[in-house]
Nanobody, 123 residues
Framework: QYQLVESGGGLVQPGGSLRLSCAAS????????IGWFRQVPGKEREGVAC????????YYADSVKGRFTISRDNSKNTIYLQMNNLKPEDTAVYYC????????????????WGQGTQVTVSS
């Protein structure tokens, strides 16, 4: 069974940090492009960060560049999103994803999705 399970969301004050984790089972993450997306009610899911196979290339949305870092630990088959200097506009449900069709923001590139974890940035 192919599965991605996220953890690490929660409530944080502006300027704070969180690290999201996404554990994969049923497939080997090292062979896949990985990505993090987020969605707020009433809006489309948007790409936050993605990384090519082997992490040769990473991309970030302009809104998070310099604050968020995507990474993977192949020994744990896990994806991470380190989020620093969080802002209220970062509040959303965050989803991890893995795909085999290429690196990018298009949702259709990704084969597997996590269930989502809520991140709320508020004082």
């Amino acid at each position: 069974q192919y599965q991605l399970v996220e953890s690490g969301g929660g409530l944080v004050q502006p300027g704070g940090s969180l690290r999201l984790s996404c554990a994969a089972s049923g497939f080997i993450l090292d062979y896949y492009v990985i990505g993090w997306f987020r969605q707020v009610p009433g809006k489309e899911r948007e790409g936050v960060a993605c990384s090519s196979r082997g992490d040769a290339t990473t991309y970030y949305a302009d809104s998070v560049k310099g604050r968020f870092t995507i990474s993977r630990d192949n020994s744990k088959n896990t994806i991470y999103l380190q989020m620093n200097n969080l802002k209220p506009e970062d509040t959303a449900v965050y989803y991890c994803a893995a795909g085999s069709l290429g690196t990018g923001w298009a949702i259709t590139l990704y084969d597997f999705w996590g269930q989502g974890t809520q991140v709320t940035v508020s004082s």
